[in-house]
């Protein structure tokens, strides 16, 4: 059974970074073989793809809203998913999930919170 388990959500200060790890195990093939996402979730707000990397790591898409300020990598020997947060904006205040796209598997998620 695949399980996702992200990390790295904190309180930051608008303009102030951080990374979100997730790191998946269970898998039935390679790491490099499957397409993953993060998602988040603000209060009252539906849940929306934040970015996307293919398997191979150079395929990456983002939402229009963090674009030039948000990075996605992965490191497959890990079984790991990275989101690099830079340049943080009250908005982007939210629960932050892991998602494996292939298997529908969800992580139980991390909050990010950006406020002076």
């Known amino acids: 059974q695949v399980q996702l388990v992200e990390s790295g959500g904190n309180l930051v200060q608008p303009g102030e970074s951080l990374r979100l790890s997730c790191v998946g195990s269970?898998?039935?093939?390679?790491?490099?073989?499957?397409?993953m996402s993060w998602y988040r979730q603000a209060p009252g707000k539906e849940r929306e793809l934040v970015a996307q990397?293919?398997?191979?790591?150079?395929?990456?898409d983002y939402a229009d809203s963090v674009k030039g300020r948000f990075t996605i990598s992965r490191e497959n020997l890990k079984n790991t998913v990275y989101l690099q947060m830079n340049s943080l904006r009250p908005e982007d205040t939210a629960v932050y999930y892991c998602?494996?796209?292939?298997?529908?598997?969800w992580g139980q998620g991390t909050l990010v919170t950006v406020s002076s």
């Open positions: 269970g898998f039935t093939f390679r790491f490099t073989n499957y397409l």
């Open positions: 998602f494996w796209p292939g298997g529908k598997v």
């Open positions: 990397i293919s398997g191979s790591g150079e395929i990456r």
